[in-house]
């Protein structure tokens, strides 16, 4: 059975640090699949935040956060990571990890329960 | 990257069928997602007409021109939720449509 559990979400200042979540998996060849992070805001609709390949060579970036997070992948230990920095209160958001389709970026047939990030003073 | 364009709202009785579009685009790379309050979405339609397995035949996808469309038929009271288009946005980004909430009435 596919599993997704993200972790790391929090309570954070404007601007003040960064924040790194994680989202474990299991239950499938983590390896074998690109990945991605999805957000939705409270109320809002979905949002697509980044996608990472199969092998982590290569990433792709909503405007809205380039520059200011980072995805990363560690394919020994099943895991994708999203570091965030420089956090504005627009970032505030349920942040869902997403397992993509068999050889697509463009499909997530697998969803994690979410992490809430809060970006507030 | 501008948003897909769907309804905000959408509605039907029980066994009836209903349609759910989504403007913005000429991919064959659209996707729908289903959300139910507090959960998390599930992939319903892929390549504008493809079901994942465990989908009920219920739910079809279709396109014309730069519209996709969802449509459910037969409709039952565990179809009322948020539904969510999605599409490739240029080279390995993607856009997803503002949602359309579903009611069974």
């Known amino acids: 059975e596919v599993q997704l559990l993200e972790s790391g979400g929090g309570l954070i200042q404007p601007g003040g640090g960064s924040l790194r979540l994680s989202c474990a998996a299991s239950?499938?060849?983590?390896?074998?699949?690109?990945m991605t992070w999805v957000r939705q805001a409270p109320g809002k609709g979905l949002e697509w935040v980044s996608t990472?390949?199969?092998?982590?060579?290569?990433?792709f970036y909503a405007d809205s956060v380039q520059g200011r997070f980072t995805i990363s992948r560690d394919n020994s230990k099943d895991t994708l990571y999203l570091q965030m920095s420089s956090l504005r209160a627009e970032d505030t958001a349920i942040y869902f990890c997403?397992?993509?389709?068999?050889?697509?970026?463009?499909?997530?047939?697998?969803w994690g329960q979410g992490t809430l990030v809060t970006v507030s003073s | 990257q501008s948003a897909l364009t769907q309804p905000p709202s959408a509605s039907g009785s029980p066994g009836q069928s209903v349609t759910i579009s989504c403007t913005g685009t000429?991919?064959?790379?659209v996707s729908w997602y289903q959300q139910h309050p507090g959960k998390a979405p599930k992939l319903m339609i892929y390549?504008?007409?493809k079901r994942p397995s465990g989908v009920p035949d219920r739910f079809s996808g279709s396109k014309s021109g730069s519209t996709a469309s969802l449509t459910v038929s037969g409709l039952q009271a565990e179809d009322e939720a948020d539904y969510y288009c999605?599409?490739?946005?240029?080279?390995?980004?993607?856009?997803f449509g503002g949602g359309t909430k579903l009611t069974v009435l």
């Open positions: 997403a397992k993509g389709g068999s050889g697509s970026y463009y499909r997530f047939d697998f």
């Open positions: 239950g499938f060849t983590f390896s074998d699949y690109a």
């Open positions: 990472i390949s199969a092998s982590g060579g290569s990433t």
């Open positions: 000429t991919s064959d790379y």
């Open positions: 390549e504008v007409t």
């Open positions: 999605s599409s490739n946005a240029g080279s390995k980004n993607l856009v």
